[in-house]
Nanobody, 125 residues
């Protein structure tokens, strides 16, 4: 079973940037599809970005297109979320997730097998 630990969250002003990391341990994630989700208070968990096992396919939610980028370094067993031009509405807990089978990217929470504990991102106006 793989364990996922997110880091890199924090407080940033609108227009700023953050890079979140998702470090995996226990098993290699090189064959796993990965995703970043977020959940704001009172809202459902939603997909932000997703990436296929080899990085060949990616998905970006409309709300973050052109601002957020997902990448992976399988040698480091880590997935990244680069967030630029942050807005107050990006404020949420961000979760990393792994899907242990499948060759594409996946955008539904129920598709994923393993989850990290989340990291808080707060964007002030």
């Amino acid at each position: 079973q793989v364990q996922l630990v997110e880091s890199g969250g924090g407080l940033v002003q609108a227009g700023g940037s953050l890079r979140l990391s998702c470090a995996a341990s226990g098993r290699t994630i090189s064959s796993y599809a990965m995703g970043w989700f977020r959940q704001a208070p009172g809202k459902e968990r939603e997909i932000v970005v997703a990436i296929s096992w080899n990085g060949g396919r990616t998905y970006h939610a409309d709300a973050v297109k052109g601002r957020f980028t997902i990448s992976r370094d399988n040698a480091k067993n880590t997935v990244y979320l680069q967030m630029n031009s942050l807005k107050p509405e990006d404020t949420a807990v961000y979760y990393c997730a792994a899907k242990t089978s499948g060759s594409y990217y996946y955008i539904k929470p129920y598709d994923y097998d393993q989850w990290g504990q989340g990291t808080q991102v707060t964007v002030s106006s």
